[in-house]
């Protein structure tokens, strides 16, 4: 089993910034990729960003150049650092882990941002 417990969201301007993390605790030898979705109210949820276990990163195109993904294994812990934020970024984000076996979820943060 894995365990994923995102923090970091919160109401912030748009403009604005904020930085979530996922602390990953459990079968973690399991996990290579590492993952950001987002689910905004009354839509599907869709994926943000990915980070493999050696580093390399991808994103939705409209994350790139405002969304940063990154991870320290020596903390099991992922990050996204969200820039220039706007109200459709509003939504609540959720770190995944996909294994071989299954796709672990976190609970997921709110990210609110304001006009």
């Known amino acids: 089993q894995v365990q994923l417990v995102e923090s970091g969201g919160g109401l912030v301007q748009a403009g604005g910034s904020l930085r979530l993390s996922c602390a990953a605790s459990g079968s973690i030898f399991s996990i290579n990729d590492m993952q ?16 493999t276990s050696g580093g390399v990163t991808a994103y939705a195109d409209s994350m790139k150049g ?20 706007k109200p459709d970024d509003t939504a609540v984000y959720y770190c995944s882990a996909p294994t071989s076996r299954r ?3 976190g609970q997921g943060t709110q990210v609110t941002v304001s006009s």
Request: proline share 3%; hydrophobic share 35%; glycine share 2%.
């Open 66 to 85: 405002r969304f940063t993904i990154s991870r320290d294994n020596a903390k099991n812990t992922v990050y996204l650092q969200m820039n220039s934020l």
């Open 36 to 51: 950001w979705y987002r689910q905004a109210p009354g839509k599907q949820r869709e994926w943000v960003a990915t980070i």
């Open 103 to 105: 796709r672990y979820w």
